[in-house]
């Protein structure tokens, strides 16, 4: 068995939102030219020394009806992934769904993704590391609170709504893709967020909104929300079965927190509880350690990027300085398990959060859109070189190790499957599950 070792990863970004009253579908893999530049992309996660990555097939094109699927580039792109011994965190759902499916308000999604990611499974065995539904806070914020993508609604209830749906989706789809991977594990690539209060009549509205930041996870992780909160969900649409449904059926023994943090994480607060960008003020080591001692899982540094500005030494700072925070979390005691600079590649009109088709370029990849390496992209080579066998995976949070592609086939990987599908039957394990106590 392989001695565990840090999770170095970038990723693909492989947004796929529709905008414009659903007319547009803002697809950064034809955007970021991965479509044509696939292979030469996967050679340059290996030239930094990368064996993990962040992707996934694009879903409005792989999914094209109820149980219908076109697997012809998702088979092209995970065997090549394979043959190179890459690691993917597969990527299903990132920001949108397929036209046939309409958007996040449609009841029947959660089951029918379920249906998908059981398929995904089926057809890539080898496969053991996934994010189902890609930050589904934000994701249902900006489809339905604010009303830039997919349903373009906003409301308190279109945001529920979405929100209940999408955390449903990710947790069926961890119990569909543990029924073909019994030791399949979920890394919950999570937006982290803090609001400051401008004043103190914002104290309040700054109390709800760090609430609110928690919901997703919440759910996700079967935790009983807090009395606003639960009221906040009944008043906007939530069911009592519903809420209870989360609570009874989380796979929190196989899950890793993933945290994003960006500086436009921290918020500050105004009186009437309007927003506006706040930077950098705690940082990912305070924000983090927050939502560790939530959920007390293992966790991933699993976003982070800054544009590289007119210096040329700006993104290089801040990858310093996040992986300076990632080491302050980590020798506080917290299981991190891993680090992303994401993406490999710049990124298409992120600066507008992808709500106009304007063909900006976004320099904030490790490398260009030609190809060409960045400042940022040496520096991590350079980090990933020093760190990478000085700092193993504090795997003793993991119940399950993790699986190299080239070593799929062997058999202590079958006896562990089949260890971790007889554990499901432990006590113990199951009490892992069960959800932290809170009151309403």
Known sequence: ????????????????????????RVDELEKCGHYQHWQKDFDLVQELGIEFLRCGPPLHTTWTGPHRYDWSFADATFQDLRRRNIVPIVDLCHFGVPDWLG????????????????????????????????????????????????????SDQAFVTALKYLVKANVLAMHAISAVRPDALFIQSESSEYFHAENPAAIKPAELLNAKRFLSLDLNYGRRVDSDMYEYLLDNGMTRDEYHFFLKNNRKHQCIMGNDYYQTNEHRVRADGT???????????????????????????????????????EAVNWLWKEWANVLRVRNDGVPVLGFTWYSLIDQVDWDTALRENNGTVNPLGLYDLQRNIRPVGEAYKKLISQWKRVLPAQSLALQLPIVMPNQSNQAWVQQKQADAQTAEQDPAIAAGDTPLQGAH
């Open 103 to 154: 958007n996040f308000q449609n009841p029947d999604f959660p089951k029918l993704f379920a249906d998908y990611a059981g398929a995904f499974a089926q057809r890539f065995p080898w496969v053991q590391l996934y994010t189902p539904v890609n930050e589904m806070y934000v994701c249902a914020e900006f489809s339905a609170l604010y009303g830039w993508w997919n349903e373009q609604l906003a």
């Open 275 to 313: 927003t506006t960008a706040a930077g950098e003020i705690f940082g990912y080591h305070t924000i983090t350690t927050q939502y560790y001692d939530r959920y007390r899982l293992p966790v991933m540094h699993t976003e982070t990027n800054l544009w590289q500005g007119p210096r040329g030494d």
């Open 1 to 24: 068995m392989a001695a565990p070792q840090f999770l170095f990863a970038t990723g693909i970004e492989n947004s796929n939102p529709t905008i414009h009253n659903g007319k547009l």
